[in-house]
T-cell receptor
Framework: KNQVEQSPQSLIILEGKNCTLQCNYTVSPFSNLRWYKQDTGRGPVSLTIMTFSENTKSNGRYTATLDADTKQSSLHITASQLSDSASYIC????????????FGTGTRLQVFP | DSGVTQTPKHLITATGQRVTLRCSPRSGDLSVYWYQQSLDQGLQFLIQYYNGEERAKGNILERFSAQQFPDLHSELNLSSLELGDSALYFCASNRGGGPNEQFFGPGTRLTVL
C-alpha cells in the first residue's frame, strides 16, 4: 500500500534551536518527494522538491535529504524562528500517476521564544 | 499569494443542505485539484480536472461532485451535508500533465451544524 508516515506527530522547540523532521514512505514506483509548510488554516506552500537522484536540497534555513534506497526523507530546520511554527507535510508522488499526491499527516511544529 | 483564489472563505450551513465552493486557478494553469482536510487530519485528494475534463478521482463521496468550466475555474458541489463534512476544502492548480508543483489556494472552511 502506498503510504507516507511522518514523525514526530508534534514538536516543541525554543527559538534559535535546530530540529529535524522525518518522513518514511512505501510509495512505489517513486517519482519525487516534496516538503510543504502549512500555516494554521491556510493552504500548503512548497518548500522543496526532490527527485530520485537528489540526496539533498536546501531552501534558506530548510534542508531536505532523501535516501531513495531506505525510502526515508528528513527536513532539517536551522536556527528556528517563531514564524516556523506550522505543520510540515511530506508528500510523495508515484511515477505512474504524477498528478496524484500522497500526503503524510504532517508534523506540527511549535517554536516558542 | 499562490495566485489561486477560492470563495467563499467561510461557509456555515445546516445538515442536509447543499453548497458550492468555487476555485479560480493560476493564470495559465489547466489542472485543478480539490482536497479535503478534516480537523487534525492530513489532506485527502478528492478529484482532479484537466482542461475541463475529469482526470482523476480520489476519495470523493457520491454526494460530492465537481466540474471545470471553459474559463478553467472549478466548482465543488457538496450535497446532503453531514456533520462530518465540516472541514477545510482546498483547491490547487498547476499546468497539468506531469509532476509539476501544485499551488494551493487559501481554502474554504465549511462548518456544518
Amino acid at each position: 500500500k502506498n503510504q507516507v508516515e511522518q514523525s514526530p506527530q508534534s514538536l516543541i522547540i525554543l527559538e534559535g534551536k535546530n530540529c529535524t523532521l522525518q518522513c518514511n514512505y512505501t510509495v512505489s514506483p517513486f517519482s519525487n518527494l516534496r516538503w510543504y509548510k502549512q500555516d494554521t488554516g491556510r493552504g500548503p506552500v512548497s518548500l522543496t522538491i526532490m527527485t530520485f537522484s537528489e540526496n539533498t536540497k536546501s531552501n534558506g534555513r530548510y534542508t531536505a535529504t532523501l535516501d531513495a534506497d531506505t525510502k526515508q526523507s528528513s527536513l532539517h530546520i536551522t536556527a528556528s524562528q517563531l514564524s516556523d511554527s506550522a505543520s510540515y507535510i511530506c508528500v510523495v508522488i508515484r511515477r505512474e500517476n504524477t498528478d496524484k499526491l500522497i500526503f503524510g499527516t504532517g508534523t506540527r511544529l511549535q517554536v516558542f521564544p | 499569494d499562490s495566485g489561486v483564489t477560492q470563495t467563499p472563505k467561510h461557509l456555515i450551513t445546516a445538515t442536509g443542505q447543499r453548497v458550492t465552493l468555487r476555485c479560480s486557478p493560476r493564470s495559465g494553469d489547466l489542472s485543478v485539484y480539490w482536497y479535503q482536510q478534516s480537523l487534525d487530519q492530513g489532506l485527502q485528494f478528492l478529484i482532479q480536472y484537466y482542461n475541463g475534463e475529469e482526470r482523476a478521482k480520489g476519495n470523493i463521496l457520491e454526494r460530492f461532485s465537481a466540474q471545470q468550466f471553459p474559463d478553467l475555474h472549478s466548482e465543488l458541489n457538496l450535497s446532503s451535508l453531514e456533520l462530518g463534512d465540516s472541514a477545510l476544502y482546498f483547491c490547487a492548480s498547476n499546468r497539468g500533465g506531469g509532476p509539476n508543483e501544485q499551488f494551493f489556494g487559501p481554502g474554504t472552511r465549511l462548518t456544518v451544524l
